[in-house]
């Protein structure tokens, strides 16, 4: 009897116990998801999965360079990109959430001409300016010692790091704007001077469209909870995860016609529940084209490329590179590749460009191509006249992305892509999005700067870019020492 009386106290504390790690364990639940959450209530927040408007305009935008005409009868039809984002601008009425790259609206190379300076400082001027309307700007960024965003911080803007090379020892390469969670803007342009003025840009702008912006919210939510992190949280709140994919896509009406679109990203971390991977998407619009492909990069390189110790580590990278060959071997797609050439360019990218080509040799009429853009530089600026245009458009689908087709951007560096697959032919609704980025690529593709390698001038361009990558090398070298 004496021992089940001790027995008593003893289940009591144990129950004691047992409760009182039941209730730090909600607790951490509660802080945790609550940390994920915006308690203040912005106005935008009425806007949910279940009234939010499917019914969208959009716009192609594109910065063509003035010293880089184009071939006559190919006018575009698209937007500038400066106007796109002043267009954004006057929408605003409640916030405007930004990630970009790069923040340097202020030129500081003579070649950018007074106009071009006049109007970059101008959209700056235009940020700065948003609190005095009552407008919140907020923005995602890996910047440390950025004088715009510190000067933006300044005037009333929200400005969160995300610590890239501590979580996966990559870069934040996104480049996309919300405005009102109603209006998106997603490309190849960031806030640099010269993507409003000196290099090729290629992006859309949708408007009233606010199940998407909604989608995009939730990848830019995953950037903002990021602030003060060096690891990705296993826990997180549903205003990070997908509302769209690539198995359940958004159905929505572009310019009264009737398309399905998701957005992806990269890399795989940066994925919550539901978000399909960059790679997924590009390998879903190839795979799923009926006649042609046409892609247009700045940079093709199917490796993996890491410095350890002062040493280049390679591996192959296949998905994409795989997917391309298939898509013409197999199912005899035509297959159109538009490379950049620039002072980056990795030597490997002829070699992988040659191994494309050689898949035609002995054969007639082959439908699988392979140019170089290359456009004299403006005092060995290597950004002046550069193709950064970021995409894939097929028959029926358009996928514009922040990454070029180097496996390394996929792997560790954080980017968005947009996919939209339009659900009519040309002939019931007239010229869509897909039209016109083909019309866009086409343009490129015969203008005099799209250029077929020759075996002899690719010899050359390739001993000059060994050269090139190893005076690079040695000064990383130089620098550490």
Not at 51 to 61: A, G, K, P, Q
Not at 366 to 393: A, M, T, W
Request: net charge neutral.
């Amino acid at each position: 009897m004496a021992g089940s009386g001790t027995q008593e106290p003893l289940k009591s504390q144990q129950k004691c116990v047992a409760v009182f790690a039941l209730v730090c364990c909600c607790a951490v639940l509660v802080a945790l998801t609550f940390s994920t959450l915006n308690l203040w209530g912005d106005e935008e927040d009425s806007i949910t999965e279940d009234n939010c408007s499917t019914d969208c305009r959009i716009t192609l935008v594109e910065n063509l360079p003035e010293d880089l005409p184009l071939p006559p009868g190919s006018e575009s039809q698209s937007l500038p990109l400066s106007l796109g984002f002043h267009a954004l601008l006057d929408q605003a009425q409640h916030s405007v959430e930004v990630v970009s790259p790069v923040w340097n609206l202020h030129p500081r190379d003579l070649t950018a001409g007074r106009d071009a300076a006049a109007a970059t400082q101008y959209l700056f001027q235009r940020l700065l300016g948003l609190k005095a309307r009552g407008v919140k700007l907020k923005i995602a960024s890996s910047l440390t010692n950025s004088t715009e965003l510190k000067t933006l911080a300044d005037h009333g803007a929200e400005v969160h790091f995300v610590n890239m090379s501590a979580i996966t020892r990559g870069e934040l390469k996104s480049s996309f704007w919300i405005v009102d969670r109603k209006h998106v803007y997603v490309g190849s342009g960031d806030m640099d001077w010269r993507s409003l003025s000196k290099r090729k840009e290629l992006g859309v702008m949708l408007f009233n469209c606010s199940c998407l912006a909604l989608d995009l919210h939730h990848v830019f939510s995953f950037y903002w909870q990021l602030q003060h992190r060096d690891y990705i949280p296993s826990i997180w709140s549903r205003k990070v995860i997908a509302l769209y994919g690539k198995d359940e896509p958004l159905e929505l009406q572009l310019n009264a016609t009737w398309a399905d679109a998701y957005l992806s990203a990269s890399p795989d971390s940066f994925c919550p529940r539901g978000r399909t991977r960059d790679v997924e998407a590009v390998q879903h619009v190839i795979q799923s084209a009926q006649t042609f492909v046409y892609l247009s990069v700045t940079d093709y390189l199917p490796l993996v490329y890491r410095t350890y110790r002062g040493a280049s580590i390679l591996r192959y990278w296949s998905p994409i590179d795989e997917i391309i060959r298939e898509a013409w071997l197999v199912r005899r797609v035509r297959v159109l590749l538009l490379i950049s050439y620039w002072k980056k360019t990795h030597p490997l990218t002829l070699n992988f460009a040659n191994s494309l080509k050689a898949l035609c040799i002995q054969l007639h009429n082959c439908s699988l191509e392979v140019k170089f853009f290359e456009q004299k530089e403006v005092r060995d600026d290597i950004q002046h006249g550069l193709n950064h245009n970021k995409y894939i458009v097929t028959d029926n689908t358009v996928y514009i992305g922040n990454h070029d087709w180097v496996g390394s951007e996929f792997a560790i560096n954080a980017g968005v892509g947009l996919m939209i697959h339009m659900k009519h032919s040309l002939e019931d609704r007239g010229v869509t999005i897909v039209e016109q980025i083909r019309k866009a690529f086409e343009r490129d593709w015969g203008s005099r700067y799209a250029k077929n390698l020759k075996d002899e001038d690719g010899k050359y361009k390739q001993q000059q870019q060994l050269s090139e990558l190893k005076r690079r090398e040695r000064r990383k070298r130089m620098e550490k020492a």
